[in-house]
């Protein structure tokens, strides 16, 4: 396989996997994400079969995310004070016994839902460690040069792992049982390990910060990103797209359902069309980040958002309805994949553990609250309505920072 991904290094597109330490990497995370998004579909299906309640899926997808809100600083805090790869080590080796115990649990038949439930509060715990430390280790596997491409090379991968994993994630369920996704993905994390054992970095810390306590070094990075505009224009435009843009995705249901009167199959295209597009956009940042400035690709990404959200909302047509999802996905990889990498690129080594940990603290542990926004915003005003709405909030955010940044240049 190293042969392969040394070919592929050879085209601009690939060219992270020049890295050795990279290529490892990525080969890991691809076993690893397909395992993921497998026990991701095949835990919401054995929730419902559990329960057949929709207060159920919501309650633990709410477990799964809630902890990375309020603990994701200190993992990344954590992150700055240790080698990455030592703690990447630790999350991925828990994450493999809470996938082996769940498989354990469903295969012996012993689970209920309040155990999924837990182990679902314990993975989300084990995530707000994890990310921070994955998303700041990718600079010293490639440094800066390559750190955009290497991101989106990972966007792209996230993206082809979720249009795969739920698919073969179905076949598995249809032939030996919601059990043995569980124990695939346990499986999956062993190509994880073999690969972080098998990398070889020299870990950048600095002794100052394994000196100071948890929250004078949480302080010390905010204070870092205070005095700079155009990192908190990006946090704030990653927490709208959160809040308002990325949350239409819980109200797909009623789309298929209600509107586009396609069922769950349809419901799966429609899902698997924002896979299309989010893969299709991170293969374009990858081949083209060095000849297309960050800023532009950022707002591009987000206007390319509201426009094709909008089209979504207002259509009744099933093709249009697909077609503009490739465009959705488009749109929020392009501005979250570069607006990541622009991040990273920006703040010191010795402070990048604890930005990724706002950063997915602003990404993921805002989500919960999103979703609930625009659950409660579709009831009051109706579906379309509402996505609409959340895609203008949108649109006036990117034009607003997009024109207050400048200015604040100019002057």
């Known amino acids: 396989m190293s042969i392969i991904f040394k070919r592929f ?26 395992g993921t998004w497998m026990q991701s579909m095949a835990q919401a299906w054995l929730v419902y079969q559990l329960t057949y309640s929709s207060v159920w899926l919501g309650t633990i997808g709410f477990l799964h995310s809630i902890p990375i809100l309020f603990l994701s600083m200190f993992g990344g805090s ?40 837990l182990l679902a509060l314990a993975l989300g715990i084990i995530n707000a460690f994890d990310i921070p430390a994955r998303q700041s280790f990718i600079v010293e596997l490639v440094g800066k040069d390559d750190l955009t ?120 295209n429609l899902m698997t069309s924002v896979g299309i597009g989010a893969f299709i956009s991170a293969v374009v940042v990858a081949s083209f980040e060095s000849k297309v400035s960050a800023r532009r690709f950022v707002y591009t990404g987000i206007y390319l958002f509201v426009i094709c959200i909008s089209i979504f909302a207002l259509s009744s047509n099933v093709s249009v309805s697909l077609i503009s999802l490739v465009g959705v996905g488009m749109g929020l990889v392009m501005f979250l994949a570069t607006a990541n990498a622009s991040i990273q690129r920006q703040v010191p080594d010795e402070l990048r553990g604890r930005v990724m940990g706002l950063y997915s603290l602003v990404f993921q542990g805002l989500s919960p609250f999103g979703s609930l926004g625009m659950g409660v915003v579709a009831h009051t005003v109706g579906v379309q309505s509402a996505v609409l709405l959340g895609g203008f909030v949108c649109g006036i955010a990117g034009i607003g920072m997009k024109y207050y940044t400048k200015k604040q240049k100019q002057t």
Request: proline share 2%; with cysteine.
């Open 9 to 34: 290094a050879a085209l601009p597109t690939f060219k992270s996997l020049h890295h050795r330490n990279y290529r490892l990497f990525f080969t890991g995370q691809i076993f690893s994400l397909i």
């Open 78 to 117: 954590l992150a700055d004070r240790m080698s990455k790869r030592t703690l990447i080590i630790i999350t991925q080796t828990i994450s493999l016994f809470q996938a082996l115990l769940l498989a354990i649990l469903v295969l012996l038949g012993m689970v209920t839902v309040e155990i999924v439930a």
């Open 149 to 268: 491409n290497a991101i989106a090379l990972n966007s792209a991968t996230f993206n082809a792992a979720r249009i795969i994993g739920p698919a073969v994630g179905g076949v598995v369920i249809a032939a030996v049982g919601v059990g043995w996704c569980f124990l695939f993905n346990a499986l999956s994390f062993v190509a994880v390990l073999i690969s972080l054992a098998k990398i070889s970095v020299q870990p950048r810390r600095e002794q100052r910060n394994r000196a100071m306590s948890f929250f004078s070094s949480i302080n010390d990075s905010l204070a870092y990103i205070r005095s700079d505009i155009s990192l908190i224009a990006l946090l704030i435009l990653v927490a709208v797209i959160t809040i308002f843009g990325w949350s239409y995705s819980v109200l797909l249901p009623i789309f298929a359902d209600s509107i586009l009167h396609i069922g769950a199959v349809g419901l799966g």
